[in-house]
């Protein structure tokens, strides 16, 4: 259809790369220094663009962490941040590790679960240690509950909601999180059932949102009056 989605814009940008030199150069002298925000989510594809607009100097900062690569699935690929120093061997490490928004113990338990990721982490690689410092006097601990069933661990979740609440904690004061939208029938059910008053935050997706779907049923009875 002569078309362009996301993956040619990528793809089109190294090939013409690779025929134009005259071209590569003079986005070469145009950026003369690159920095790449969420390294770890970059592509096999994207790494061979950034290459390619470094000139001889190489002035090039990367901003990532090893641990937050999730997107496999569309392509990211972690080994890009997992051997940059091999590429880059005169880079310079700076670990961020003050943490604003937890209290120490929540960070602590995050850090020995990610340690079953090794040896496929830079803290292994690099020999470097990432382990956060809490700057914030919340205090908090996480605990592990293991349940049968997912209906069991709804219930489990809501029961101990509900001991809360009769304690005297308020309601407002306690969230439940999800991996995704399709988990909250459950419990949405389960707190009704204790008659536990309760808000739903999602973000809906694109195309289920009021506003959007006036617009595509407006084209659509543009494109078929008879629709």
């Not at 001889?56 to 080994?79: H, L, P």
């Not at 489990?156 to 939208?181: C, H, P, T, Y």
Request: charged residues 25%; contains cysteine.
């Amino acid at each position: 259809a002569g078309r362009y989605d996301f993956n040619d814009m990528i793809i089109w940008v190294l090939d013409i790369f690779s025929q134009n030199a005259a071209l590569l150069q003079s986005y070469q002298e145009r950026y003369q220094f690159i920095l790449v925000d969420e390294f770890q989510d970059t592509n096999s594809i994207q790494m061979d663009i950034i290459t390619n607009l470094l000139d001889e100097s190489k002035n090039i900062m990367v901003v990532g962490d090893d641990d937050q690569a999730i997107y496999r699935f569309r392509g990211a690929s972690v080994q890009n941040i997992l051997n940059f120093r091999s590429q880059f061997k005169q880079a310079k490490i700076i670990v961020l590790k003050d943490n604003f928004r937890s209290g120490q113990a929540i960070l602590d338990v995050g850090y020995e679960l990610i340690q079953n990721n090794n040896p496929e982490r830079l803290e292994v690689t690099e020999g470097i240690n990432k382990q956060l410092s809490a700057h914030t006097h919340k205090d908090a601990t996480a605990k592990v509950y293991q349940y049968s069933h997912k209906l069991n661990e709804v219930d489990g979740v809501v029961e101990k909601i509900d001991a809360l609440i009769k304690k005297g904690v308020d309601s407002a004061e306690i969230a439940i999180l999800l991996r995704k939208n399709s988990q909250l029938k459950s419990y949405i059910m389960s707190l009704q059932k204790k008659k536990i008053p309760y808000y739903v935050h999602q973000d809906v997706e694109l195309f289920d949102q009021k506003s959007v779907k006036i617009m595509v049923n407006l084209a659509n009875s543009i494109c078929d009056p008879l629709d």
